[in-house]
């Protein structure tokens, strides 16, 4: 019970979902929408022993409130079943909020830190390398302005390790892509290479130094 209310606070979002239904296509009852979770325990001894609270947000970390959250999440253990049991209660019930048939509003990945070296290498002079950007890896955004004439803008995104040229405001269909890595889901770094452009991240520890 302890390890499990000491490892559920944190920041869950579906960005992966939705990158990848948008290069695959929706499912016959429509595209889902980007969603963003944030859990954080708290002391409510009146409600439980073990309470979290949970606020989620539409289309991302800065996006609307929808009206039946925020939650509290209740975990207690079940001596009939032997198994933990958690349960969601309403602070205040503002209308409902049924989701989707599919329950795939529920797909949320938690999202981990990433600490990030790049490298740009000009047709000549010294490379440019930057140090030590943290990113997490549910397609958070890093801008880099590149000296130039004219200066260059470019920004990595950390789902799969993507760069692009442009903002990122910019539509997908709209900005150039520039190179990419994968990795898998249990992995804790990605990296790409190109003729221009290199980098890599790694899951993000306060104890090591930055990567080289």
């Not at 929706?26 to 001894?45: C, F, K, L, N």
């Not at 048939?101 to 990030?116: G, P, S």
């Not at 889901?185 to 990567?211: I, K, L, V, W």
Request: charged content about 25%; some cysteine.
């Amino acid at each position: 019970m302890q390890d499990l209310f000491e490892w559920l606070p944190g920041s869950y979002s579906s960005a992966a979902l939705v990158y990848f239904e948008a290069a695959s296509g929706a499912p016959p009852s429509g595209p889902h929408e980007q969603v963003y979770r944030e859990i954080s325990r708290i002391d409510a001894p009146q409600v439980g022993e073990f309470v979290l609270f949970s606020q989620v947000r539409r289309g991302g970390k800065s996006g609307p409130l929808p009206e039946a959250q925020p939650t509290l999440l209740v975990l207690e253990y079940d001596p009939a079943r032997r198994t933990i049991a958690m349960s969601g209660r309403r602070i205040r019930d503002a209308g409902q909020l049924a989701g989707r048939a599919d329950r795939a509003h529920l797909r949320l990945a938690k999202l981990r830190d990433h600490e990030c070296l790049f490298e740009h290498q000009a047709p000549s002079g010294e490379p440019l390398v930057v140090n030590g950007p943290q990113l997490n890896d549910g397609g958070d955004t890093y801008v880099w302005e590149l000296p130039g004439s004219p200066p260059r803008k470019v920004h990595l995104e950390l789902l799969r390790l993507s760069l692009f040229e442009g903002e990122p405001e910019d539509g997908r269909k709209e900005r150039t892509l520039l190179g990419f890595g994968w990795a898998g889901a249990a992995s804790d770094r990605a990296a790409f290479n190109s003729r221009e452009f290199s980098g890599r991240c790694t899951r993000y520890d306060p104890s090591m130094p930055p990567p080289k």
